[in-house]
C-alpha cells in the first residue's frame, strides 16, 4: 500500500514530463524567430530582460500558482516568464512543466512546493547556476547546459538533504511541511 502511495504521483510526474517535453521539441521556439534588433539602443532593453527571466511556463493543468519574490501571488498560465526567485504552489491534482533558458525542464506534481532560489545562466559561455529547494511534494527535472557542462552548478535542496545532480534525469519527492 506504501508503495503504491509514492510512485502513483511520480507516474503522474513522469508521463506529464513526457509529454511537455514532447511538446517543447516539436513546438519551434520564440526566441529564435524573433528578429534581431538593429539598433545598439534597441539591443540593450532586450539583452537585459531575458537575464532576469529564468524561464517560462510551458504547461499547466489544475490550480498552479507564481508566487513572485515579493510575495505576489498569481495563477499560472502557459507562457508565464518565470523569475529567478519565484515560487512555484501545484494544489491537489495539479501540475505545472517550467522551461529554463538553458533548456532545464521542472515537471511540478500535485500539491507540491518549489522555490528556484538561483537561476543564472550565460547563453555564450554556457556557463550558470541552479538551485531550487522543493519544499513539498514531487518534481522532475531533465537537466539542460548547465547541468550537461558543469553538474556541480546544479542543485536541488529539500529540507533534510542537499543533492549534488549528477543525472541528467531524475524525480525528487519529499513530505515536508510547509
Known sequence: MMHKK??????????LGA???????????????????????AAAPA????????????????????LSAAATARNAVPGDALASVDRIVTG??????????????????PSSRLDLKQFHFDATTHEGGLLVSLLRGSMRMITGLIGKT?????????????????????????????
Request: some cysteine; glycine content about 8%; aromatic content about 4%.
Open 150 to 178: 558543469n553538474p556541480d552548478a546544479v542543485r536541488v535542496e529539500t529540507q533534510t538533504a542537499t543533492i549534488g545532480i549528477r543525472g541528467t534525469d531524475f524525480i525528487v519527492q519529499t513530505d515536508g511541511q510547509p
Open 92 to 109: 491537489p491534482d495539479s501540475s505545472a512543466a517550467v522551461v529554463l533558458r538553458d533548456d532545464t525542464t521542472l515537471v511540478v506534481g
Open 47 to 66: 539583452a537585459t530582460a531575458p537575464e532576469r527571466q529564468a524561464g517560462f511556463v510551458k504547461s499547466v493543468r489544475g490550480d498552479v500558482k507564481l
Open 6 to 15: 509514492f510512485l502513483l504521483p511520480l507516474l503522474g510526474c513522469a508521463l
Open 19 to 41: 509529454a511537455a517535453i514532447s511538446q517543447a521539441q516539436t513546438a519551434p521556439s520564440t526566441p529564435a524567430a524573433a528578429p534581431a534588433p538593429t539598433a545598439a539602443t
